[in-house]
Nanobody, 126 residues
Framework: QVQLVESGGGLVQAGGSLRLSCAASGRTFSRYAMGWFRQAPGKEREFVSTISSRGDNTVYADSVKGRFTISRDNAKNMVYLQMNSLKPEDTAVYYC???????????????????WGQGTQVTVSS
């Protein structure tokens, strides 16, 4: 069982930055690939980024590539999403998710993730 708690969301102007954090419980965090997804009002949940269990592979959605950076600290059971050059279209609830996948691969498919956090709101004003 893994419990995930996101933090770091808020209101920021376009062009600004935010850093999201996700704290995970459990002693086997290093065996989980970790993903970030987001859901805007009236839209389906979409993939943002993922990082493999050992942190040696990262994948980004085209819409955030070059602006967002995912990272993890397995010693602290933490995963982060640094978001720079934010745009109004980045406004959404951001979710952290965990998938038991002890490998260099990481999934972009939400249904592959077993555990989810409660989400944190990110609002980017124009």
């Amino acid at each position: 069982q893994v419990q995930l708690v996101e933090s770091g969301g808020g209101l920021v102007q376009a062009g600004g930055s935010l850093r999201l954090s996700c704290a995970a419980s459990g002693r086997t965090f290093s065996r989980y690939a970790m993903g970030w997804f987001r859901q805007a009002p009236g839209k389906e949940r979409e993939f943002v980024s993922t990082i493999s269990s050992r942190g040696d592979n990262t994948v980004y959605a085209d819409s955030v590539k070059g602006r967002f950076t995912i990272s993890r600290d397995n010693a602290k059971n933490m995963v982060y999403l640094q978001m720079n050059s934010l745009k109004p279209e980045d406004t959404a609830v951001y979710y952290c998710a965990a998938e038991l996948r002890w490998s260099t691969s990481a999934s972009m498919i939400a249904n592959d993730y077993e555990y989810w956090g409660q989400g944190t709101q990110v609002t980017v004003s124009s």
